[in-house]
Protein backbone atom coordinates (compact mmCIF):
# COMPACT_ATOMS: atom_id res chain seq x y z
CA UNK A 1 0.00 0.00 0.00
CA UNK A 2 1.56 3.24 -1.50
CA UNK A 3 0.25 5.75 1.29
CA UNK A 4 1.68 3.72 4.03
CA UNK A 5 4.85 2.59 2.13
CA UNK A 6 5.56 6.53 2.00
CA UNK A 7 4.68 7.34 5.41
CA UNK A 8 7.26 4.89 6.49
CA UNK A 9 9.72 6.55 4.40
CA UNK A 10 9.09 10.02 5.31
CA UNK A 11 8.68 9.61 9.42
CA UNK A 12 10.03 6.22 9.79
CA UNK A 13 13.50 5.32 11.00
CA UNK A 14 15.58 2.11 11.06
CA UNK A 15 17.36 1.51 14.10
CA UNK A 16 20.16 -0.92 15.36
CA UNK A 17 19.51 -4.59 15.08
CA UNK A 18 16.74 -4.22 12.16
CA UNK A 19 13.67 -2.12 14.49
CA UNK A 20 11.68 -0.26 12.18
CA UNK A 21 10.63 2.59 14.25
CA UNK A 22 7.00 4.19 13.72
CA UNK A 23 6.45 5.15 16.83
CA UNK A 24 4.98 8.87 15.26
CA UNK A 25 2.49 7.65 13.91
CA UNK A 26 1.70 3.65 14.24
CA UNK A 27 2.39 2.47 17.38
CA UNK A 28 2.89 5.75 20.33
CA UNK A 29 1.52 9.02 18.91
CA UNK A 30 -1.40 7.41 16.38
CA UNK A 31 -2.34 9.21 13.22
CA UNK A 32 -6.36 8.41 13.15
CA UNK A 33 -6.93 9.54 9.21
CA UNK A 34 -3.68 7.27 8.30
CA UNK A 35 -5.47 4.25 10.52
CA UNK A 36 -8.72 4.57 8.33
CA UNK A 37 -7.08 4.65 5.34
CA UNK A 38 -5.42 1.13 6.01
CA UNK A 39 -8.70 -0.30 7.28
CA UNK A 40 -10.62 0.67 4.08
CA UNK A 41 -7.80 -1.41 2.50
CA UNK A 42 -8.44 -4.21 5.07
CA UNK A 43 -12.18 -4.08 4.21
CA UNK A 44 -11.13 -4.15 0.49
CA UNK A 45 -9.24 -7.34 1.08
CA UNK A 46 -10.97 -9.15 3.84
CA UNK A 47 -15.02 -8.44 3.03
CA UNK A 48 -15.67 -11.31 1.31
CA UNK A 49 -15.05 -13.29 4.33
CA UNK A 50 -17.71 -11.82 6.25
CA UNK A 51 -15.44 -11.58 9.90
CA UNK A 52 -17.91 -11.17 12.77
CA UNK A 53 -15.26 -10.06 15.07
CA UNK A 54 -12.19 -8.49 15.07
CA UNK A 55 -9.26 -10.17 17.29
CA UNK A 56 -5.93 -8.32 18.26
CA UNK A 57 -3.20 -8.32 21.06
CA UNK A 58 -2.82 -5.45 23.44
CA UNK A 59 -1.45 -2.71 23.87
CA UNK A 60 -0.24 -1.58 19.94
CA UNK A 61 -2.53 -3.57 18.03
CA UNK A 62 -5.66 -1.95 19.52
CA UNK A 63 -6.06 1.12 17.85
CA UNK A 64 -5.52 0.25 14.35
CA UNK A 65 -8.06 -2.95 15.38
CA UNK A 66 -10.33 -0.34 17.06
CA UNK A 67 -10.70 1.41 13.65
CA UNK A 68 -10.89 -1.52 11.46
CA UNK A 69 -14.01 -2.63 13.99
CA UNK A 70 -15.46 0.09 12.79
CA UNK A 71 -15.13 -0.43 9.63
CA UNK A 72 -16.66 -3.51 9.50
CA UNK A 73 -19.59 -2.78 11.95
CA UNK A 74 -18.14 -5.68 14.38
CA UNK A 75 -16.57 -6.45 17.87
CA UNK A 76 -13.66 -6.02 18.79
CA UNK A 77 -11.82 -8.69 21.09
CA UNK A 78 -8.07 -8.05 22.60
CA UNK A 79 -6.15 -10.75 24.16
CA UNK A 80 -4.43 -9.82 27.04
CA UNK A 81 -0.84 -10.63 28.31
CA UNK A 82 -1.02 -12.15 31.67
CA UNK A 83 1.34 -10.85 34.18
CA UNK A 84 1.61 -14.06 36.25
CA UNK A 85 0.85 -17.58 36.13
CA UNK A 86 -1.82 -17.33 38.79
CA UNK A 87 -4.30 -17.31 35.80
CA UNK A 88 -8.15 -18.14 36.62
CA UNK A 89 -10.55 -20.45 35.02
CA UNK A 90 -12.92 -19.16 31.95
CA UNK A 91 -10.12 -18.43 29.93
CA UNK A 92 -8.43 -19.40 26.93
CA UNK A 93 -4.55 -18.83 27.03
CA UNK A 94 -1.22 -19.22 24.67
CA UNK A 95 2.06 -18.92 25.45
CA UNK A 96 4.34 -17.00 23.65
CA UNK A 97 8.03 -15.86 23.86
CA UNK A 98 8.58 -12.47 23.76
CA UNK A 99 11.36 -11.49 21.50
CA UNK A 100 10.91 -7.66 22.76
CA UNK A 101 10.80 -8.62 26.26
CA UNK A 102 12.95 -11.87 26.16
CA UNK A 103 10.92 -13.71 28.32
CA UNK A 104 7.76 -16.07 27.57
CA UNK A 105 4.44 -14.30 28.14
CA UNK A 106 1.36 -15.83 28.30
CA UNK A 107 -1.74 -14.31 25.99
CA UNK A 108 -5.48 -14.92 27.46
CA UNK A 109 -8.97 -14.35 26.27
CA UNK A 110 -12.31 -14.61 28.38
CA UNK A 111 -13.96 -17.94 27.21
CA UNK A 112 -17.21 -15.77 27.74
CA UNK A 113 -16.20 -13.94 24.39
CA UNK A 114 -14.71 -15.77 21.93
CA UNK A 115 -17.58 -18.64 20.69
CA UNK A 116 -17.09 -21.35 18.47
CA UNK A 117 -19.63 -19.22 15.35
CA UNK A 118 -17.37 -16.57 15.08
CA UNK A 119 -15.70 -15.42 12.26
CA UNK A 120 -12.40 -14.25 13.35
CA UNK A 121 -9.99 -11.40 11.17
CA UNK A 122 -7.03 -10.90 13.35
CA UNK A 123 -4.94 -7.38 13.26
CA UNK A 124 -1.75 -6.33 14.43
CA UNK A 125 0.71 -3.37 13.47
CA UNK A 126 3.68 -5.39 13.34
CA UNK A 127 4.47 -9.05 11.89
CA UNK A 128 7.89 -10.48 12.43
CA UNK A 129 8.24 -13.62 13.97
CA UNK A 130 5.02 -14.46 14.48
CA UNK A 131 5.00 -14.99 18.13
CA UNK A 132 2.27 -13.35 19.09
CA UNK A 133 0.19 -13.84 16.45
CA UNK A 134 0.57 -17.72 16.52
CA UNK A 135 -0.62 -17.60 20.18
CA UNK A 136 -4.15 -15.43 19.21
CA UNK A 137 -4.86 -18.20 16.26
CA UNK A 138 -4.17 -20.78 18.85
CA UNK A 139 -6.53 -19.45 20.79
CA UNK A 140 -9.61 -19.07 18.75
CA UNK A 141 -8.76 -22.79 17.67
CA UNK A 142 -9.10 -23.40 21.02
CA UNK A 143 -12.72 -21.70 20.88
CA UNK A 144 -13.61 -23.73 17.82
CA UNK A 145 -13.47 -20.00 16.12
CA UNK A 146 -12.32 -19.87 12.59
CA UNK A 147 -10.08 -17.92 11.10
CA UNK A 148 -10.83 -16.20 8.19
CA UNK A 149 -7.90 -14.01 8.30
CA UNK A 150 -5.12 -12.31 9.33
CA UNK A 151 -4.39 -8.34 8.70
CA UNK A 152 -0.87 -6.73 9.19
CA UNK A 153 0.27 -3.17 8.67
CA UNK A 154 3.64 -3.91 8.56
CA UNK A 155 5.70 -7.39 8.03
CA UNK A 156 9.00 -7.87 8.09
CA UNK A 157 9.88 -9.65 5.33
CA UNK A 158 13.25 -10.72 6.40
CA UNK A 159 11.86 -12.39 9.89
CA UNK A 160 9.96 -15.75 9.60
CA UNK A 161 6.43 -15.13 10.68
CA UNK A 162 4.66 -13.96 7.46
CA UNK A 163 6.08 -17.38 5.66
CA UNK A 164 5.39 -19.34 8.06
CA UNK A 165 1.33 -17.78 7.95
CA UNK A 166 1.58 -18.42 4.46
CA UNK A 167 2.75 -21.56 4.48
CA UNK A 168 -0.13 -23.07 6.84
CA UNK A 169 -2.16 -21.91 4.61
CA UNK A 170 -3.82 -18.36 6.48
CA UNK A 171 -5.34 -15.03 4.19
CA UNK A 172 -2.83 -12.55 5.69
CA UNK A 173 -2.44 -9.54 3.61
CA UNK A 174 0.07 -7.36 4.93
CA UNK A 175 -0.13 -3.13 3.82
CA UNK A 176 3.40 -3.15 3.60
CA UNK A 177 6.06 -5.84 3.46
CA UNK A 178 9.76 -4.64 4.41
CA UNK A 179 12.62 -6.75 3.38
CA UNK A 180 15.08 -5.13 3.74
CA UNK A 181 15.99 -2.20 6.53
CA UNK A 182 19.43 -0.97 7.32
CA UNK A 183 21.06 2.81 7.39
CA UNK A 184 21.24 2.62 3.38
CA UNK A 185 17.51 2.79 3.61
CA UNK A 186 13.97 0.75 3.11
CA UNK A 187 12.97 -2.05 0.60
CA UNK A 188 9.82 -3.19 0.17
CA UNK A 189 8.63 -5.85 -1.55
CA UNK A 190 6.81 -5.24 -4.88
CA UNK A 191 3.22 -5.23 -4.44
CA UNK B 1 -25.11 9.31 30.91
CA UNK B 2 -28.27 6.88 30.77
CA UNK B 3 -27.19 4.60 27.59
CA UNK B 4 -23.97 3.94 29.51
CA UNK B 5 -25.59 3.14 33.06
CA UNK B 6 -28.11 1.08 31.21
CA UNK B 7 -25.42 -1.18 29.59
CA UNK B 8 -23.50 -1.72 32.59
CA UNK B 9 -26.67 -2.71 34.49
CA UNK B 10 -26.87 -4.94 31.65
CA UNK B 11 -24.18 -6.47 31.26
CA UNK B 12 -21.79 -5.83 34.02
CA UNK B 13 -21.14 -7.83 36.76
CA UNK B 14 -20.25 -6.92 40.60
CA UNK B 15 -17.36 -9.17 42.28
CA UNK B 16 -16.22 -9.44 45.46
CA UNK B 17 -13.83 -6.55 46.45
CA UNK B 18 -16.16 -3.20 44.87
CA UNK B 19 -14.70 -4.98 40.82
CA UNK B 20 -17.07 -4.14 38.24
CA UNK B 21 -16.77 -6.47 35.59
CA UNK B 22 -17.64 -4.64 32.00
CA UNK B 23 -15.48 -6.81 29.97
CA UNK B 24 -17.87 -7.96 27.57
CA UNK B 25 -18.16 -4.11 26.14
CA UNK B 26 -15.70 -2.07 27.38
CA UNK B 27 -12.39 -3.37 28.08
CA UNK B 28 -11.35 -6.81 26.89
CA UNK B 29 -14.67 -7.58 23.99
CA UNK B 30 -15.58 -4.02 23.15
CA UNK B 31 -18.66 -2.94 21.84
CA UNK B 32 -17.70 0.27 19.13
CA UNK B 33 -20.78 1.26 18.57
CA UNK B 34 -21.35 1.87 21.84
CA UNK B 35 -17.70 3.57 22.55
CA UNK B 36 -18.97 5.88 19.46
CA UNK B 37 -22.22 7.30 21.63
CA UNK B 38 -19.46 7.56 24.40
CA UNK B 39 -16.86 9.73 22.15
CA UNK B 40 -20.18 11.91 20.68
CA UNK B 41 -20.72 12.75 24.84
CA UNK B 42 -17.28 13.21 25.67
CA UNK B 43 -17.25 15.42 22.14
CA UNK B 44 -20.42 17.71 23.41
CA UNK B 45 -18.83 18.53 26.51
CA UNK B 46 -15.03 19.19 25.61
CA UNK B 47 -15.06 20.66 22.08
CA UNK B 48 -15.26 23.81 23.60
CA UNK B 49 -11.83 23.37 24.66
CA UNK B 50 -10.07 22.41 21.41
CA UNK B 51 -7.82 19.70 22.22
CA UNK B 52 -5.36 18.98 20.13
CA UNK B 53 -4.13 15.51 21.31
CA UNK B 54 -5.99 12.85 22.87
CA UNK B 55 -3.63 10.96 25.88
CA UNK B 56 -4.98 7.88 27.37
CA UNK B 57 -2.97 4.86 29.20
CA UNK B 58 -2.07 1.42 27.83
CA UNK B 59 -3.91 -0.94 27.73
CA UNK B 60 -7.78 -0.75 28.24
CA UNK B 61 -8.14 2.58 27.81
CA UNK B 62 -6.63 2.73 23.87
CA UNK B 63 -10.07 1.60 22.15
CA UNK B 64 -12.02 4.18 23.63
CA UNK B 65 -9.44 6.99 22.98
CA UNK B 66 -9.20 6.18 19.52
CA UNK B 67 -12.37 6.21 18.81
CA UNK B 68 -12.68 9.93 20.87
CA UNK B 69 -9.49 10.75 19.11
CA UNK B 70 -11.37 10.02 15.64
CA UNK B 71 -14.76 12.20 16.78
CA UNK B 72 -12.26 15.18 17.28
CA UNK B 73 -10.26 14.68 14.54
CA UNK B 74 -6.94 14.75 16.70
CA UNK B 75 -3.91 12.25 17.12
CA UNK B 76 -4.04 9.70 20.16
CA UNK B 77 -1.06 9.15 21.94
CA UNK B 78 -0.74 6.51 24.67
CA UNK B 79 1.32 6.24 27.67
CA UNK B 80 3.50 2.64 27.92
CA UNK B 81 3.79 0.67 30.86
CA UNK B 82 7.80 0.49 31.17
CA UNK B 83 8.25 -3.50 31.79
CA UNK B 84 11.89 -2.74 33.39
CA UNK B 85 13.70 0.26 35.13
CA UNK B 86 15.63 0.69 31.86
CA UNK B 87 14.24 3.68 30.18
CA UNK B 88 16.09 5.08 27.57
CA UNK B 89 16.57 8.80 27.11
CA UNK B 90 13.81 11.63 25.70
CA UNK B 91 11.23 10.45 27.28
CA UNK B 92 8.94 11.65 30.41
CA UNK B 93 8.65 9.20 32.89
CA UNK B 94 6.17 9.14 36.05
CA UNK B 95 5.75 6.92 39.00
CA UNK B 96 2.52 5.38 39.58
CA UNK B 97 1.31 2.46 42.31
CA UNK B 98 -1.12 0.21 40.27
CA UNK B 99 -4.13 -1.68 42.69
CA UNK B 100 -4.46 -4.24 40.04
CA UNK B 101 -0.90 -5.72 40.28
CA UNK B 102 0.20 -4.30 43.55
CA UNK B 103 3.32 -2.83 42.22
CA UNK B 104 5.06 0.32 41.29
CA UNK B 105 4.98 0.76 37.41
CA UNK B 106 6.77 3.78 34.86
CA UNK B 107 4.34 5.16 32.80
CA UNK B 108 6.47 6.52 29.79
CA UNK B 109 5.86 8.82 27.10
CA UNK B 110 8.37 10.02 24.08
CA UNK B 111 9.61 13.28 24.52
CA UNK B 112 9.26 14.09 20.61
CA UNK B 113 5.23 13.51 20.26
CA UNK B 114 4.10 15.50 23.29
CA UNK B 115 4.96 19.56 22.69
CA UNK B 116 4.27 22.32 24.62
CA UNK B 117 1.47 23.75 22.49
CA UNK B 118 -0.71 20.47 23.16
CA UNK B 119 -4.04 21.04 24.41
CA UNK B 120 -4.42 17.57 25.91
CA UNK B 121 -7.57 15.73 26.82
CA UNK B 122 -6.92 12.92 28.82
CA UNK B 123 -9.79 10.19 28.18
CA UNK B 124 -9.54 6.04 30.16
CA UNK B 125 -12.01 3.57 30.26
CA UNK B 126 -11.94 3.75 34.40
CA UNK B 127 -11.17 5.87 37.28
CA UNK B 128 -11.00 4.27 40.66
CA UNK B 129 -7.92 5.41 42.92
CA UNK B 130 -6.56 8.02 39.92
CA UNK B 131 -3.21 6.79 39.89
CA UNK B 132 -2.67 6.37 36.16
CA UNK B 133 -4.34 9.31 35.56
CA UNK B 134 -2.20 11.43 37.76
CA UNK B 135 0.60 9.78 35.94
CA UNK B 136 -0.14 11.17 32.64
CA UNK B 137 -1.39 14.30 34.31
CA UNK B 138 2.24 14.76 35.50
CA UNK B 139 3.83 13.75 32.40
CA UNK B 140 1.84 16.15 30.52
CA UNK B 141 2.86 18.94 33.02
CA UNK B 142 6.91 17.79 32.25
CA UNK B 143 5.75 18.22 28.99
CA UNK B 144 4.93 22.08 29.69
CA UNK B 145 1.53 21.11 27.86
CA UNK B 146 -1.79 21.65 29.16
CA UNK B 147 -4.53 19.58 30.16
CA UNK B 148 -7.64 20.92 29.10
CA UNK B 149 -9.91 18.37 30.23
CA UNK B 150 -10.33 14.30 31.73
CA UNK B 151 -13.04 11.86 29.85
CA UNK B 152 -13.94 8.54 31.91
CA UNK B 153 -16.25 6.50 30.79
CA UNK B 154 -16.49 4.86 34.29
CA UNK B 155 -15.94 6.45 37.83
CA UNK B 156 -16.07 4.35 41.24
CA UNK B 157 -17.60 7.75 43.17
CA UNK B 158 -16.82 5.25 46.50
CA UNK B 159 -12.82 5.92 45.47
CA UNK B 160 -10.80 9.16 45.84
CA UNK B 161 -9.42 9.33 42.23
CA UNK B 162 -12.59 11.25 40.74
CA UNK B 163 -12.60 13.93 43.52
CA UNK B 164 -8.73 14.49 43.90
CA UNK B 165 -9.06 15.74 40.46
CA UNK B 166 -12.07 17.55 40.59
CA UNK B 167 -10.35 19.19 43.70
CA UNK B 168 -7.46 20.16 41.93
CA UNK B 169 -9.33 21.99 39.58
CA UNK B 170 -9.75 20.22 36.40
CA UNK B 171 -12.44 19.62 34.18
CA UNK B 172 -13.37 16.21 34.72
CA UNK B 173 -16.58 14.53 33.30
CA UNK B 174 -17.30 10.81 34.22
CA UNK B 175 -20.63 9.57 32.11
CA UNK B 176 -20.97 6.84 34.51
CA UNK B 177 -20.49 7.39 38.45
CA UNK B 178 -20.71 4.75 40.94
CA UNK B 179 -21.69 5.39 44.31
CA UNK B 180 -22.47 2.20 45.57
CA UNK B 181 -21.90 -1.32 44.14
CA UNK B 182 -22.35 -4.79 45.67
CA UNK B 183 -24.54 -7.72 46.02
CA UNK B 184 -28.08 -6.16 45.69
CA UNK B 185 -26.90 -3.89 42.42
CA UNK B 186 -25.05 -0.53 41.55
CA UNK B 187 -26.26 2.38 42.60
CA UNK B 188 -25.46 6.00 40.17
CA UNK B 189 -24.87 8.66 41.12
CA UNK B 190 -27.69 11.41 39.97
CA UNK B 191 -26.24 13.65 36.80
Known amino acids: MKLLQDRIVRDGKVLPGNIIKVDGFLNHRVDINLLKALADEFYAVFAE ?25 VPLLF ?8 IEGGLYKSEIFSFTYKKTVNLIVSAEWLG ?6 VIDDFLANGEALRGVIDIAHQANAEVVGV ?20 KLHSLAIIDKADENGITFREE
Chains 1, 2 share one sequence.
Open 151 to 170: GIAIEKGFQPGGQKLRDAGY
Open 49 to 73: DKPTLILTIEASGIALATVVAERFG
Open 116 to 121: ENERVL
Open 79 to 86: AKKAKSDN
